[in-house]
């Protein structure tokens, strides 16, 4: 901020009661604020230049002891309120239903978003939801990764020790009548 400006706010806060340390703490904060942006502006320009956009991978867990003709419906309750909240957040977001993991059983949705806001935000709001609060649901992870891995991942596209757990789904997907996955 250029010292012209930096006065002019100054001397309205002045004039509304601050003193004068909160004024340079406000002034202090708004640099901060301010450098941050410029840091943020950077490295979305050069997402856009050189691909790879930062996406939050949130996945949602529901609980194991749900049988096998009670999990699909839950999942797709929780999906269906979810579309409601209508997040700005979940705009051009992916999901899928999984059920395998390493441990065995385990029902879960992936879903991929285009990270706008920060991963404790995005975390926060799902748990809030009332799709959350309603559904048999138990946990939320996010992890912060780039467009290609993250959504490779929720197409299917994974490691080779996790390529037997999505034979798995798939087969189950496929028997529930499931795609691999949907657009949000």
């Not at 012209?4 to 406000?26: F, H, L, R, T, V």
């Not at 909240?85 to 978003?113: D, M, Q, R």
């Amino acid at each position: 901020m250029d010292q012209e400006s930096e006065y002019a706010i100054y001397a309205i806060m002045k004039d509304n009661g601050w003193n004068p340390q909160q004024i340079c703490d406000m002034l202090y904060k708004m640099d901060i604020c301010a450098d941050r942006a410029q840091h943020v502006n950077k490295k979305l320009q050069h997402s856009r230049v050189f691909g790879n956009k930062p996406t939050c991978l949130i996945t949602i867990s529901f609980d194991k002891s749900l049988g096998h003709d009670e999990v699909v419906p839950e999942m797709e309750k929780f999906i269906r309120m979810f579309k409601e909240s209508n997040y700005k957040w979940c705009e051009n977001a992916i999901y899928s239903f999984e059920f395998f993991s390493k441990e065995g059983w385990n029902p879960h949705i992936h879903l991929v978003t285009e990270k706008n806001d920060s991963p404790s935000i995005i975390t926060k709001a799902v748990k809030r939801s009332p799709a959350y609060k309603k559904t048999n649901t138990y946990n939320v992870n996010n992890k912060v990764g780039t467009d290609k891995f993250h959504y490779d991942y929720v197409k299917g596209n994974k490691k080779e020790e996790k390529l037997e757990n999505c034979d798995k789904d798939s087969q189950f997907r496929e028997s529930k009548n499931l795609k691999s996955y949907y657009n949000l």
